[in-house]
């Protein structure tokens, strides 16, 4: 997904502290792709915690009526330096990429893009056919996560994974799309490619029925609620809210109150590098940020006024291209006018 502000702030990203006790962030409201688009909620980056672990980027959006509209569109767009989570709670997404992908995501599957270096992709609600009609409602979570130095310029991959391990425990249902996470004993281990160590889950409680998840004391952890009466460590959550624990804990238990609860836990070890966010793009300096514009809009160029044809050639530049999307590309917001800089951790 796309991030589809016109004037996007720079977004300076430091690394987790240890806190303790529970802290709610509350999600703003961001239209993806002008006055008639659907809208998500987002819930980090924000100024009071930008990472999770390496997860720099949580939009929650739906449950949207797709029937009698275009659902999803967001057209060819670039990234770097990071990981793209699709996570579905109904409906379907179509994704194009320039590594040749065409991958329709379902409920209880993953779609997993790896940048590196760069890549271009789009999203979009499927048209339907006869034999399979679009689902009406699409519900669901884009999420982000930053890659390390020694993973951020690799070359660009796509990883879809529809068989995920799942856990069932007195009323409680668990299934880990990232990383690892003990329930009950059982240790249910997601086989997509993580660059450093985090977690990722989607938890279904029954009306009054309790969870409790072993967890790594170094991971700090944040938990989204959809839906339902959640309590974090019987700290209560609102619907849309993220609540944060920080390392520490060998134990989180989430619990239901009468209306069942359907919620994300994402988590990780605190990230070590301050890392600077703009628009699509996660990097580590100004420099780095200016470059990947430039190579966007000199790409975005060669077509014909963001036409659906690119120039000879075009293919391999920095984000190559994406085939058979309906319009062309997103062309890149300007930049502020003031250097992106990455802030200083506390106490440094």
Same mark, same amino acid.
Request: glycine residues 18%; negative net charge; proline residues 6%.
């Given at each position: 997904?796309? $991030?589809?502000?016109? %004037?996007? +702030? /720079?977004? =300076?990203? *430091? @690394?987790?502290? @240890? #806190?303790?006790?529970?802290?709610?962030? *509350? @999600? %703003?409201? #961001?239209?993806?792709?002008?006055?008639? !688009?659907? $809208?998500v909620r987002r819930t980090i980056p924000q100024r009071r915690r930008s990472l999770i672990g390496a997860w720099c980027f949580c939009d929650h959006y739906g449950p949207d009526d797709v029937s009698v509209s275009a659902g999803m569109q967001v057209p060819p767009h670039p990234h770097i330096g990071l990981q793209t989570v699709s996570w579905l709670f109904a409906g379907e997404v179509l994704h194009r990429d320039s590594v040749g992908s065409l991958r329709t995501v379902r409920p209880g599957e993953l779609n997993l893009m790896t940048a590196g270096r760069g890549i271009s992709h789009s999203e979009e609600s499927p048209q339907g056919t006869a034999e399979h009609p679009r689902p009406p409602t699409l519900h669901g979570v884009q999420l982000w996560t930053v890659l390390p130095? /020694? !993973?951020?310029?690799?070359?660009?991959?796509?990883e879809h994974h529809a068989d995920l391990p799942v856990a069932t425990h007195e009323g409680a249902r668990v299934q880990v799309f990232m990383g690892t996470? %003990?329930? @009950?004993?059982?240790a249910l281990v997601s086989p997509a490619r993580t660059w450093t160590p985090l977690v990722g889950a989607q938890l279904d409680l029954d009306a009054g029925a309790s969870v409790e998840l072993d967890v790594d004391p170094g991971f700090e952890h944040g938990l989204l609620v959809d839906a339902g009466d959640a309590r974090l460590e019987d700290v209560p959550v609102p619907v849309g809210a993220l609540a944060?624990?920080?390392?520490?804990r060998t134990r989180l238990v989430v619990a239901a109150g009468a209306p069942p609860v359907?919620? =994300?836990?994402?988590g990780g070890t605190p990230f070590g590098e301050d890392v600077v966010m703009w628009w699509n793009f996660v990097g580590r300096s100004h420099? /780095?940020?200016v470059q990947a514009r430039a190579d966007w809009s000199a790409q975005v160029a060669e077509?014909?006024?963001?036409?659906?044809?690119? *120039? *000879?050639?075009? +293919?391999? %530049?920095?984000?190559?291209? =994406?085939?058979?999307y309906a319009s062309g590309p997103l062309r890149a917001p300007a930049l502020p006018d003031v250097r992106l800089r990455p802030r200083r951790r506390p106490g440094e």
């Open positions: 997904m796309s $991030n589809l502000e016109t %004037r996007p +702030a /720079e977004q =300076v990203c *430091e @690394a987790g502290r @240890a #806190v303790g006790g529970i802290e709610l962030l *509350e @999600a %703003r409201d #961001v239209p993806l792709g002008g006055p008639r !688009a659907m $809208n130095r /020694e !993973a951020k310029d690799g070359e660009p991959t796509f996470l %003990r329930v @009950a004993g059982e944060y624990s920080g390392p520490g359907r919620a =994300v836990l994402i420099e /780095e940020i077509g014909d006024d963001g036409g659906t044809d690119y *120039e *000879e050639g075009s +293919a391999g %530049r920095r984000f190559g291209r =994406v085939d058979g």
